[in-house]
């Protein structure tokens, strides 16, 4: 990993410059790997970040300039691209504003989806969630949130790792969505199925997301509502292409 790789899991063209061969050998090393010895690396590999985005009430084992890979070369990462290893701009927002409204989460049922580093559905748990699912298809994004819950004082919540996008809706209360709207084909298959569990659930929808170019122009932002908007600190700019806020929007298609 290095800035450049850094800047490129940031940018449109996510990560997808290992060659398939390589992609074919993280694979099966993952498998091998058990999850101990996947939570030593990323311990080894990260560094604990508190205080240098806008939760600093939330501790994350992120990269940072002190971690092997920062410099490393890129085709030496075992896992699948790193996702989990960055706090996404879209996320921090969400996060946020969870803090700040302790009641969109009180005693509700919450699920994260894509939830990288997991800081979402900590801010929920924190916040007095009932029940807290953390999703994303990354295996090792799952236990990287594990790790984080517990620098949080908290139980490792539940970790799913299937694609639940188009899945048969579930009774959420809430749902998360940090920094998903990256990809035309995701937002549009994000979009079918939040609208059908609007529709059959119910669910609260609450969407992070710092004004992606793709996001900005796809319809789904005719059924947006500002909630929070929130400047990012210098450092999070610095490292996202000069961004300079991010808001939280709650879809409602019925509106
Ligand atoms: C840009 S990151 C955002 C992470 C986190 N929500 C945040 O804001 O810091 C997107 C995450 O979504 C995950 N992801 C991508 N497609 C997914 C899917 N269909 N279901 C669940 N997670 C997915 C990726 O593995 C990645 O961890």
């Known amino acids: 990993m290095n800035r ?26 993952y498998n091998c790997e058990a999850e101990s010895e996947i939570k030593r690396f990323i311990a080894e590999n990260t560094e604990i970040v508190r205080d240098q985005s806008l939760t600093p009430e939330i501790s994350l084992r992120l990269f940072t300039v002190k971690c092997r890979f920062w410099t490393e070369r890129p085709e ?39 939830c990288g580093c997991g800081a979402s559905a900590i801010a929920a748990k924190l916040s007095g969630a009932a029940h ?14 594990k790790m984080n819950c517990e620098l949080n004082g908290l ?13 048969e809706p579930e009774n959420w209360d809430l749902i998360l969505l940090g920094d998903m709207f990256y ?17 059959l659930q119910r669910t609260q929808i609450l969407i992070g997301d710092p004004g992606r170019a793709q996001f900005e122009s796809h319809e789904i932002k005719k059924l947006l509502y500002e909630e929070a908007q929130f400047d990012l600190p210098d450092s999070v700019r610095e490292e996202n292409y000069g961004l ?6 709650s879809y409602r298609p019925e509106n």
Do not use: M
């Not at 290893?85 to 894509?114: F, M, T």
């Not at 300079?244 to 929007?249: E, G, L």
């Open 4 to 29: 450049g790789l850094l800047i490129c899991l940031r940018g449109k063209d996510l990560l997808r410059k290992s060659t398939r061969a390589v992609q074919h050998k993280i694979i099966r090393h």
């Open 76 to 114: 030496l990462w075992p896992f699948p691209d790193p996702f989990w290893a960055i706090y996404w701009p879209g996320g921090q927002a969400l996060a946020r504003h969870l803090l700040n409204n302790p009641e969109l989460s009180a005693g509700r049922k919450v699920l994260d989806l894509g």
């Open 244 to 249: 300079t806020n991010s808001t939280v929007w």
């Open 183 to 199: 990809e035309e084909t995701l937002i549009d298959s994000l979009h079918n199925w939040l609208n059908k569990c609007v529709k």
């Open 155 to 167: 139980e490792p919540l539940p970790c799913v790792t299937e694609n639940l996008i188009g899945s």
């Open 132 to 145: 807290v699912v953390a999703n994303d298809t990354d295996p090792v994004a799952a236990i990287a949130t």
